[in-house]
């Protein structure tokens, strides 16, 4: 069975520091890649995703993810964080089969 | 722009009791999901459908039945609430197998 793992549970940063959530997976075939973000109150909506092609892909507001499949990792970056991205974020795998697993979720504080 | 609705933001049960979340979703996604979020947890997947009356048990599916009468609605029932179904539950929606997931508020249960 796949699994995700996060790295972080809890990483605070203060603003204009850059981030990087680390993002590995545990399946041998071929993934969708994606990450969610959950702010404070709202719902759960997609940040970026991965399903073919540069294994760089930019998402909103900012953030970008790389896949590197050597590494089953999909790593979460942004050169410089705002307070406004103070968030829990959740990496998930979603297989051919069709079922998406999710990481435990890393809450990012960032200090203005 | 895609609307998954839950009927409850916050529910309170008692232990014992026949429990029903609803959700409705109003872009004809094929396919829907119910999680629970835990803290530390992340999202796990209690069940999912990929069509009218058809369900697929997911990772914790001890506890929870589903019903999916119509494509627009899926839901999720307790049979017997106890508490330790104490939790956040989050609806989900998904076109086909190659897109991403549009999530619904959740509903917080609370079994006492």
């Known amino acids: 069975a796949q699994s995700v793992s996060q790295h972080n549970h809890h990483v605070i940063l203060s603003e204009a520091a850059s981030l990087e959530l680390g993002c590995n997976y545990s399946y041998g075939g071929t993934v969708n890649l994606f990450w969610y973000v959950q702010y404070p109150g709202q719902h759960l909506q997609l940040l970026l995703k991965y399903f073919s092609g540069d294994p760089l892909v930019k998402g909103i507001k900012g953030f970008e993810a790389e896949f590197i499949k050597s590494k089953f990792s999909f790593n979460l970056r942004k050169p410089s964080v705002q307070w406004s991205d103070t968030a829990e974020y959740f990496c998930?795998?979603?297989?051919?089969?069709?079922?998406?697993?999710f990481g435990d979720g890393t809450t990012l504080t960032v200090k203005p | 722009d895609v609307k998954v609705t839950q009927s409850s933001r916050y529910l309170v049960k008692r232990t014992g009791e026949k429990v029903f979340l609803e959700c409705v979703q109003d872009m004809d996604h094929e396919n829907m999901f119910w999680y629970r979020q835990d803290p530390g947890l992340g999202l796990r997947l209690i069940y999912f459908s990929y069509d009218v009356k058809m369900k697929e048990k997911g990772d914790i599916p001890e506890g929870y039945s589903v019903s999916r009468e119509k494509k627009e609605r899926f839901s999720l029932i307790l049979e017997s609430a106890s508490t330790n179904q104490t939790s956040m539950y989050l609806c989900a929606s998904r076109r086909g197998h190659d897109t991403e997931a549009f999530f619904g508020q959740g509903t917080r249960l609370t079994v006492v």
């Open positions: 998930a795998v979603k297989t051919n089969a069709g079922k998406s697993t």
